[in-house]
């Protein structure tokens, strides 16, 4: 799909994977989670609402359409997950909890060979950049970046706008894998890492200045860092 802002020479190319490739893929995750014990609502129910999915779509549950700005906004900025560092996985769900008779939406980006503290203070600030970011400001965050590999790897910011007009919040749990984890993702499926390593977006320096300048929270960030590879 090739979308065009009209009136410029903007566009952005949406590729998907093929058809059968996505059954394919639907079939694998289907039977993963069956070893597991799970099932996925969809599997004998494609024609109605499974009982855990009508909570979210009862009459009267505005919360999920009062946070679609926040949606809209974050899915167009999806890319900046790559600034992390190395890209593993990504995955969001929302929490039925309103602030503001909104939802919160929850993302956990999975990545290696990133910057402890200081690349998710970059995502952050990148998030809420006053040029072009989310009009949102950090309201919470708790960093595990000290521990040792292995204790914790995950580490919790929440973003939300300051108008009233503008509902719900977006937590992002940045996941650094490292150590012992992190050597069995490369063992275990090597070509997949190693195509996982290209996607890895070099943050430049003066990106750090940059932010440093406008005020967004990333003090302490050094100027010169830059998340990537090595």
Not at 10 to 15: H, K
């Amino acid at each position: 799909m090739l979308l065009r802002l009209l009136g410029t020479t903007a566009s952005v190319t949406l590729l998907g994977l093929d058809l059968d490739e996505w059954r394919r893929a639907v079939a694998t995750q289907d039977q993963r989670m069956s070893t597991w014990g799970m099932t996925p609502c969809h599997q004998g129910r494609t024609d109605r609402l499974h009982p855990a999915e009508r909570p979210y779509l009862r009459p009267g549950h505005r919360g999920a359409a009062a946070s679609d700005w926040l949606t809209s906004g974050l899915l167009r900025r999806t890319g900046l997950v790559r600034a992390l560092g190395i890209p593993l996985a990504v995955t969001g769900w929302l929490n039925s909890r309103a602030r503001g008779g909104g939802e919160r939406w929850i993302i956990d980006p999975t990545f290696a060979e990133g910057h402890g503290a200081a690349g998710h203070r970059r995502l952050a600030a990148l998030l809420s950049a006053p040029e072009w970011g989310l009009p949102v400001t950090v309201v919470d965050k708790d960093s595990d970046c000290h521990l040792p590999p292995g204790y914790t790897d995950q580490c919790t910011t929440t973003v939300a706008s300051a108008r009233a007009d503008r509902p719900g919040a977006l937590e992002v749990r940045t996941i650094h894998r490292r150590g012992d984890r992190l050597g069995r993702i490369r063992q275990d499926r090597p070509t997949v890492y190693a195509a996982q390593e290209e996607l890895a977006h070099c943050v430049p320096a003066w990106v750090d200045r940059w932010l440093e300048f406008d005020g967004s929270p990333t003090a302490g960030v050094p100027g010169a860092a830059v998340t990537g590879r090595r």
